[in-house]
């Protein structure tokens, strides 16, 4: 059934919300009902303008639902976009400080540096064009987070609208001759506290990096944005999003490949 798209006033106000827990630190139950977004458009429309709200600087995109099989669960059309914030964004071995966050969730992923821009255009890009504004291929941690008590309660469209869920980056080594990694096959572990707290997925649970970058491309396309040189784009998690409490300290390790380690600073 068609949803009621929300109001310019609406779309404020549940930008004006969201920007206020994103400085304060605090949490929400859920947005209020009749700015609570409800399709796609409404979520990206509240992501834009809180961007506008929160003045931060874009060092590129985190991909979330990247798998098909996310993908379908949640009836999308693709992957779902979220800023990476300069702010945010931080080299291994990494530390950020608890109050950051709120549940803090960690995320194995492979994350792409740009070296040309990917102008938005009228014609589709293709995988080989895309990777060829690749500089490097990087193993990263993302963590996510949300402005809601219950991360794991609010819809698609409202994680959309909360910048999908963005906490912080973690940019580990880059990978040489990264074009013959098996992105989707490769074994991947998340360990805190010394134990083994997440191994990747499988199968259609699993996303494909250069899959999800190349559609990043024609997504940020046809929104009239495209993609600039040096921006970091990381495409999904290859575990399920796993919550390690603070003080911790997590590290992916994936086989062959190195690790990315990150502190949560309690």
Same mark, same amino acid.
């Given at each position: 059934?068609?949803?009621? @798209?929300?109001?310019?006033?609406?779309?404020?106000?549940?930008?004006?919300?969201?920007?206020?827990?994103?400085?304060?630190?605090?949490?929400? &139950?859920?947005?209020?009902?009749?700015?609570?977004?409800?399709?796609?458009?409404?979520?990206?429309?509240?992501?834009?303008?809180?961007?506008?709200?929160?003045?931060?600087?874009?060092?590129?995109?985190?991909?979330?639902?990247?798998?098909?099989?996310?993908?379908?669960?949640?009836?999308?059309?693709? &992957?779902? @976009?979220?800023?990476?914030?300069?702010?945010?964004?931080?080299?291994?071995?990494?530390?950020? @400080?608890?109050?950051?966050?709120?549940?803090?969730?960690?995320? &194995?992923?492979?994350?792409?540096?740009?070296?040309?821009?990917?102008?938005?255009?009228?014609?589709?890009?293709?995988?080989?064009?895309?990777?060829?504004?690749? $500089?490097?291929?990087?193993?990263?941690?993302?963590?996510?987070?949300?402005?809601?008590?219950?991360?794991?309660?609010?819809?698609? #469209?409202?994680?959309?609208?909360?910048?999908?869920?963005? *906490?912080?980056?973690?940019?580990?080594?880059?990978?040489?001759?990264?074009?013959?990694? @098996?992105?989707?096959?490769?074994?991947?572990?998340?360990?805190?506290?010394?134990?083994?707290?997440?191994?990747?997925?499988?199968?259609?649970?699993?996303?494909? &990096?250069?899959?999800?970058?190349?559609?990043?491309?024609?997504?940020?396309?046809?929104?009239?944005? *495209?993609?600039?040189? $040096?921006?970091?784009?990381?495409? *999904?998690?290859?575990?399920?999003?796993?919550?390690?409490?603070? #003080?911790?300290?997590?590290?992916?390790?994936?086989?062959?490949?190195?690790?990315?380690?990150?502190?949560?600073? *309690?």
């Amino acid at each position: 059934m068609p949803t009621t @798209p929300l109001s310019k006033a609406a779309i404020e106000r549940a930008a004006d919300i969201l920007a206020e827990t994103w400085k304060s630190k605090k949490t929400i &139950p859920a947005l209020p009902a009749e700015v609570t977004p409800a399709s796609m458009a409404d979520g990206y429309a509240i992501q834009a303008a809180l961007h506008t709200r929160l003045g931060f600087k874009t060092a590129g995109w985190k991909l979330a639902h990247s798998s098909k099989a996310a993908i379908q669960k949640s009836n999308l059309d693709g &992957p779902v @976009p979220g800023r990476v914030y300069a702010q945010t964004l931080q080299e291994s071995p990494a530390r950020y @400080p608890a109050r950051r966050f709120s549940f803090p969730r960690f995320e &194995p992923e492979f994350a792409f540096k740009l070296k040309a821009d990917l102008p938005a255009r009228s014609k589709p890009y293709g995988n080989d064009e895309v990777l060829a504004a690749v $500089g490097s291929t990087h193993l990263a941690i993302e963590i996510a987070d949300a402005r809601f008590v219950d991360p794991l309660a609010i819809s698609v #469209p409202v994680a959309t609208a909360d910048n999908m869920g963005t *906490g912080g980056l973690v940019v580990g080594p880059a990978i040489a001759e990264w074009r013959k990694i @098996p992105f989707t096959t490769i074994g991947i572990r998340l360990r805190a506290g010394g134990k083994t707290i997440a191994e990747c997925v499988s199968g259609d649970s699993r996303c494909d &990096p250069v899959e999800v970058l190349t559609w990043a491309a024609n997504e940020m396309s046809r929104r009239g944005e *495209g993609l600039q040189a $040096g921006m970091v784009i990381s495409t *999904g998690s290859h575990t399920v999003p796993t919550h390690a409490a603070a #003080p911790t300290a997590v590290t992916a390790e994936f086989d062959g490949l190195g690790k990315v380690e990150v502190t949560v600073e *309690g």
